[in-house]
């Protein structure tokens, strides 16, 4: 974003910004990869949820404060949205993980409409891959340790059909639950918010673009280019809270699944 500014600056119509200034920067710290916006960003994420929910429950009250209310309308949320909606009567003890992802995941797309930031670090694949691969570990260890591995990798590998039909089938299941499980739901994920940033640029950098042409046609363009990046913004905070509630949702299935006596 500095360096379309810096551009415009220069009062001649700019190239269009490249990958790397819209979705990589450099390091904030020293020259190396470790210390970057995303690292901060990353930190901020994680020390904001721990103080909300350390704070506002450290002393819980009957009549609670803002800040206890805040935590547990989440919590509630996520408890009766999923844990036992979804996951059933065994859900209430995975409420504390998908609380946390559910406010992390927000977090960390709110980011993409903040002035400062003004990008997720959910639009890079690395972020949403992680946390499907926590998601799809538990997935697997709370279906092994409530079936037994034989019990669990049967049900989801053998379908009820013909014995001369498994050769084309238990493929097909393996690969519907064991490899593209994760993979979509990580794509997911990095699509929206990646798709949501880039709507956002050229919405926003096209309105400087069209200011910078200096005719009238395109200032009367301009504002409404800016008007859409405006509205953009309030879209991008909606799908930033969906897109979490989604990736909840799904993992709270996949534990459903998990716990599921037959396939």
């Given at each position: 974003m500095s360096v379309s500014m810096v551009v415009l600056a220069k009062a001649e119509i700019p190239w269009p910004p490249t990958v790397d200034e819209g979705f990589f920067f450099d390091p904030v710290v020293g020259t190396g990869p470790w210390v970057t916006k995303f690292t901060i960003m990353l930190w901020i994420a994680i020390a904001a949820l721990i103080v909300l929910f350390a704070v506002a429950l450290r002393k819980p009250k009957i009549v609670p404060t803002k800040g206890q209310w805040i935590a547990e309308s989440v919590m509630d949320f996520v408890r009766n949205g999923i844990g036992r909606e979804i996951i059933g009567p065994k859900g209430d003890k995975f409420v504390p993980y998908l609380t946390v992802l559910f406010c992390f995941i927000a977090f960390m797309n709110v980011f993409g409409i903040i002035p400062l930031a003004q990008?997720?670090?959910?639009?890079?694949?690395?972020?949403?891959?992680?946390?499907?691969?926590?998601?799809?570990?538990?997935?697997?260890?709370?279906?092994?340790?409530?079936?037994?591995?034989?019990?669990?990798?049967?049900?989801?590998?053998?379908?009820?059909?013909?014995?001369?039909?498994?050769?084309?089938?238990?493929?097909?299941?393996?690969?519907?639950?064991?490899?593209?499980?994760?993979?979509?739901?990580?794509?997911?994920?990095?699509?929206?918010?990646?798709?949501?940033?880039?709507?956002?640029?050229?919405?926003?950098?096209?309105?400087?673009?069209?200011?910078?042409?200096?005719?009238?046609?395109?200032?009367?363009?301009?504002?409404?280019?800016?008007?859409?990046?405006?509205?953009?913004?309030?879209?991008?905070?909606?799908v930033a809270m969906l897109q979490a509630y989604i990736f909840v949702l799904l993992t709270g299935t996949w534990l459903q699944g998990a716990l599921a006596d037959e396939h």
């Open positions: 990008i997720s670090p959910m639009t890079h694949i690395a972020f949403p891959v992680v946390l499907a691969i926590i998601s799809y570990v538990m997935y697997i260890f709370v279906g092994i340790q409530n079936s037994g591995p034989g019990k669990f990798f049967k049900n989801h590998l053998i379908l009820p059909a013909p014995w001369y039909l498994q050769p084309l089938l238990i493929p097909i299941e393996f690969f519907q639950n064991f490899i593209v499980r994760p993979v979509t739901l990580s794509v997911r994920l990095f699509a929206n918010m990646f798709a949501g940033h880039l709507i956002l640029l050229v919405f926003t950098l096209g309105g400087f673009v069209l200011i910078n042409a200096g005719t009238a046609f395109t200032y009367g363009v301009s504002v409404f280019s800016f008007a859409m990046a405006i509205a953009m913004t309030l879209f991008e905070f909606f």
